[in-house]
């Protein structure tokens, strides 16, 4: 296959399927969620109006990734974002490892995985498997939502019994995100 240039329809395909995700990539380094959001879309905006071209969707992919660490790498050594948060020099060297990149983004497309998931749940048990995993407890999601500990306890139970064939493939990704985040 040779080299091609993104047509709109593929690139709105690729930007539909990679944003959510690539946001929570560059949220990793800048901890603010609206920068986070403005930086992939400057990156989009570059891959469009320099029709930067590409050898298959992997590479689309690697080059996206790259590009958001790298603008998000920029961001923090500049003097404004300097001035709204310091961030130590370890830190900061930390960020630039291949390590730390490879891990976020293993957990960024480890949570698209596992959210695409969650949403084919019925509402009511997508509802309490996402309160689950922001750590919430069974109580807590009961007191939460005002519905008994057995409507958790039952509604959980559904739940892992229809993710479980959908995430089966990813079983080591997923635990894998979950060893790094604890």
Same mark, same amino acid.
Request: some cysteine.
């Given at each position: 296959?040779?080299?091609?240039?993104?047509?709109? #329809?593929?690139?709105?395909?690729?930007?539909?399927?990679?944003?959510?995700?690539?946001?929570?990539?560059?949220?990793?380094?800048?901890?603010?969620?609206?920068?986070?959001?403005?930086?992939?879309?400057?990156?989009?905006?570059? %891959?469009?109006?320099?029709?930067?071209?590409?050898?298959?969707?992997?590479?689309?992919?690697?080059?996206?990734?790259?590009?958001?660490?790298?603008?998000?790498?920029?961001?923090?050594?500049?003097?404004?974002? #300097?001035?709204?948060?310091?961030?130590?020099?370890?830190?900061?060297?930390?960020?630039?490892?291949?390590?730390?990149?490879?891990?976020?983004?293993? &957990?960024?497309?480890?949570?698209?995985?596992?959210?695409?998931?969650?949403?084919?749940?019925?509402?009511?048990?997508?509802?309490? &498997?996402?309160?689950?995993?922001?750590?919430?407890?069974?109580?807590?999601?009961?007191?939460?939502?005002? %519905?008994?500990?057995?409507? &958790?306890?039952?509604?959980?139970?559904?739940?892992?019994?229809?993710? #479980?064939?959908?995430? #089966?493939?990813?079983?080591?990704?997923?635990?894998?995100?979950?060893?790094?985040?604890?």
């Amino acid at each position: 296959m040779g080299v091609k240039i993104l047509t709109l #329809k593929e690139y709105k395909s690729v930007f539909n399927t990679l944003y959510p995700s690539l946001c929570l990539f560059s949220n990793k380094y800048l901890e603010n969620l609206d920068i986070s959001k403005d930086i992939v879309q400057e990156v989009f905006i570059k %891959v469009w109006e320099d029709k930067i071209e590409f050898q298959n969707d992997s590479a689309i992919k690697s080059y996206l990734y790259t590009a958001v660490k790298n603008r998000s790498l920029d961001y923090i050594k500049s003097k404004r974002y #300097k001035d709204t948060l310091s961030i130590g020099d370890a830190d900061f060297m930390q960020m630039e490892t291949d390590p730390f990149f490879m891990r976020e983004v293993v &957990i960024s497309e480890a949570s698209i995985i596992i959210e695409k998931a969650v949403n084919t749940l019925p509402a009511k048990c997508a509802q309490i &498997i996402k309160l689950s995993i922001k750590g919430l407890s069974n109580t807590e999601i009961s007191e939460e939502l005002g %519905v008994s500990l057995n409507t &958790i306890k039952t509604q959980k139970k559904i739940a892992y019994k229809r993710l #479980k064939p959908l995430l #089966k493939d990813c079983f080591f990704i997923i635990a894998f995100v979950f060893e790094i985040r604890n």
